[in-house]
């Protein structure tokens, strides 16, 4: 099975910085797209930061020039640095990939499907 953890999240006060970071295990062909989402309390899930394969970006305009989304391909991770935080920022962080499944007893690439981490708590209060 694929598997999504994440790391890196905790409390920090405002205008302080964090580093998320994701890390796909299992059996994986290869990895599409990984993003970051976040959902507040009382607020719907939101795209945060996304990253293809080939390494092009996109934001929330909420987060344009304080957030970098980066991956290390040869190890299936994703982070998302996070700098002049906000307490908007507060929220439970989830990393989302795109994964192409590797056959069972083989290196053939299986089915694709859709995995997300089980969530972190970014809180951003003094």
């Known amino acids: 099975q694929v598997q999504l953890v994440e790391s890196g999240g905790g409390l920090v006060q405002p205008g302080g910085s964090l580093r998320l970071s994701c890390a796909a295990s299992?059996?994986?062909?290869?990895?599409?797209?990984m993003d970051w989402y976040r959902q507040a309390p009382g607020k719907q899930r939101e795209l945060v930061a996304g990253?293809?394969?080939?390494?092009?970006?996109n934001y929330a305009d909420s987060v344009k020039g304080r957030f970098t989304i980066s991956r290390d391909n040869a190890k299936n991770t994703v982070f998302l640095q996070m700098n002049s935080l906000k307490p908007e920022d507060t929220a439970v962080y989830y990393c989302?990939?795109?994964?192409?499944?590797?056959?069972?007893?083989?290196?053939?690439?299986?089915?694709?499907?859709?995995?997300w981490g089980q969530g972190i708590p970014v809180t951003v209060s003094s």
């Open positions: 990253i293809t394969t080939g390494g092009t970006t």
């Open positions: 299992g059996s994986i062909f290869s990895i599409n797209t």
């Open positions: 989302y990939a795109d994964i192409t499944k590797r056959t069972p007893f083989s290196m053939t690439p299986g089915s694709r499907v859709d995995y």
